[in-house]
């Protein structure tokens, strides 16, 4: 549990830090946040390290979990209600996630 908690919020700074250069760029947005965009993703690159697993292991199962916190921004901050397709997606990500998590390892 301690694992994906550390994945949602290591894809809450990943989608901030794209999010506000996309604020900036596409909707005229004050070019400074830049500066906390930056910051969030230099957080969200550390909050990586943090895991025990190996790096190339961590990420793919961290793609799970980046997909449905994705789908819940676009539900909270973007207003769109994710689907039914949208829904099946994050259940296929997350089964996904789990095998790589908790396949017995040698």
């Known amino acids: 549990m301690r694992t994906f908690a550390l994945f949602v919020v290591t894809a809450l700074t990943e989608i901030i830090g794209c999010y506000l250069p996309w ?3 596409k909707q005229g947005a004050s070019v400074w946040l830049l500066l906390p965009a930056a910051a969030s993703l230099m957080l969200f690159a550390w909050l990586l390290t943090l895991h025990p697993d190996a ?3 961590i990420y793919a199962a961290y793609g799970g979990v980046y997909v449905s916190v994705a789908l819940l921004w ?3 901050v973007d207003g769109v ?4 397709w949208d829904a099946a997606g994050v ?3 997350l089964a ?5 998590m908790l396949a ?3």
């Not at 209600?81 to 039914?84: D, K, M, Q």
């Not at 996904?96 to 790589?100: A, T, W």
């Open 81 to 84: 209600r994710p689907t039914l």
């Open 96 to 100: 996904g996630m789990l095998v790589i």
């Open 23 to 25: 604020l900036w760029l």
């Open 104 to 106: 017995p390892r040698s």
């Open 74 to 76: 676009l539900w909270a």
């Open 91 to 93: 259940a296929l990500c």
């Open 55 to 57: 790096s190339g292991r």
